[in-house]
């Protein structure tokens, strides 16, 4: 996609410093697309210059066996360590290579060193567009790999937070995939001990040895999550699955069910900072770093660091929009307003500043997904019109009410502004006191966010 457009993910700290496109490849019509895996897909291309990201896309499904319906949940991307872009049909990924310091210019932060060396790599990776709940009505094999790679890369990467408690699970998936059945001989104790990190998130396994950890054990042993781990293996059924392959796409779809339950699954991630709650004596803050992931779901602010939520909202709880600060420097900036409350409990609305070269990326690509959501809303039935069957209720997702949950919010540790409008000041207000200024919110259909209305005289 343009820079200018919806769809981008810059700088995924996954992002992988291998090269498949550049100007020595003029020489050599070899063009290399690596899948989630790390595996490659080799291409020979005549007319490097003038080939689009859908023709190469045609020729990787072509070579991967996948059947037409890959087109619309595969797409290419052009990835380095330092920005992620998901291309159109109609780009030319080599004039894209060749613009990719501008790139890095306009939107990183990279250091003239990087932008020289930083060379970006083609990907195969799912379309952030497609809607998840399409995924499990997806039943090729080699899809359905696919996806499942992809999901289990983010997870192990802490690109996607996820709890200790479904680490395990997703490890044990995995397990049960690349391993096989569990077998007590051979997949002991000892077998995982120098392979946590293929199925549980590096940040978790170096906390394995803490001192949490004496405080884990069962009928007065200790267990790390060596054991952990394989007793989720050990207790996992294939389901109704008799042949093997049955049962890994049994497992395949179990995975990415489970990943369907994290707000940001399928998200673009894009980075930025946030400022720090005030502390000390004088009052002093900092800046945060995080990743802000957006789907057609919503948006969610991640603690890039903690690995956890700071808040995940649907596009109808919030309102947006992108702007400059007002010192010297003139930082772009993504605001956010939300509902929330005061310590005493009053509600308000909540103003979080984004501070980010990629705020114009961010705010692009929500307007993008709203009007994406809108052209999917079922059509309001008219008068007299036989009603649609009620739709089955959501499932209450367990995992969500579980004490300081990586996935609950905590709009506690965001440093927000509670404001009001008044001529062109905007000013600090008591409870109970404020009222949005935004014009870009979600304008069809249900909303839950409404702006909290003025009702004392207002204070600076």
């Known amino acids: 996609m343009d820079p200018n457009e919806s769809g981008n993910l810059p700088d995924s700290a996954g992002g992988s410093h291998r090269g498949s496109v550049s100007s020595t490849v003029a020489r050599n019509p070899a063009i290399l697309v690596y899948l989630a895996n790390d595996t490659v897909v080799q291409l020979l291309v005549e007319n490097l210059g003038c080939i689009t990201a859908g023709e190469l896309s045609r020729m990787v499904r072509e070579s991967l066996q996948l059947p037409d319906q890959a087109q619309e949940i595969f797409s290419l991307w052009l990835i380095s360590p330092f920005l992620e872009l998901q291309l159109k049909p109609k780009h030319l990924p080599y004039k894209l290579c060749r613009q990719w310091p501008d790139l890095l210019y306009r939107f ?3 250091s003239a060193d990087d932008i020289i060396q930083d060379e970006p790599s083609l990907q195969f990776r799912r379309n952030v567009f497609f809607p998840k709940v399409r995924e499990l009505q ?3 094999d080699r899809i359905l790999r696919l996806l499942y790679e992809e999901a289990k890369a983010n997870i192990l990467e802490g690109r996607y937070p996820c709890d200790m408690e479904d680490c395990r699970q997703l490890g044990a998936i995995a397990c049960r995939v690349e391993l096989g059945p569990f077998d007590q001989a051979q997949h002991t104790h000892n077998f995982f001990r120098d392979k946590l990190a293929l199925f549980l998130p590096a940040h978790l396994c170096k906390k394995a040895g803490g001192f949490l950890a004496a405080f884990r054990g069962r009928g007065g042993k200790q267990h790390g999550h060596e054991e952990e781990l394989r007793e989720a293996y050990q207790q996992l059924t294939d389901g109704a699955a008799c042949e093997e392959a049955e049962a890994v796409k049994h497992h395949h779809k179990e995975y990415l069910q489970r990943c369907h339950l994290l707000p940001y699954y399928g998200c673009a991630v894009f980075s930025g900072e946030i400022d720090r709650l005030p502390q000390g004596f004088l009052h002093r803050g900092s800046r945060k770093p995080v990743n802000i992931g957006i789907s057609v779901g919503g948006v969610s602010i991640m603690d890039s660091k903690e690995k956890h939520v700071l808040v995940a909202l649907a596009f109808h709880e919030l309102s947006w929009d992108h702007t400059r600060s007002e010192d010297e420097d003139g930082e772009d900036m993504l605001l956010l307003e939300f509902d929330g409350e005061e ?17 114009e990326l961010m705010s692009g690509m929500i307007e993008y997904c709203i009007d994406f959501n809108s052209a999917f809303e079922p059509p309001v039935a008219e008068p007299g019109a036989a009603k649609p069957p009620l739709a089955r209720p959501r499932e209450k997702r367990g995992k969500l009410k579980r004490q300081n949950s990586v996935v609950a919010n905590r709009i506690q540790q965001l440093s927000t502004i509670d404001y009001v409008e008044e001529g062109k000041e905007i000013k600090r207000v008591k409870p109970k006191r ?3 200024f935004f014009t870009r919110q979600l304008s069809q259909g249900p909303t839950a966010y409404t702006a909290v209305e003025v009702t004392e005289t207002l204070e600076c």
């Open 138 to 140: 997806v039943e090729n």
């Open 108 to 110: 990183t932060n990279c």
């Open 343 to 359: 310590e005493g409990g009053a509600m308000v609305n909540k103003l979080l500043k984004i501070y980010s070269k990629q705020a």
């Open 434 to 436: 404020a009222a949005s």
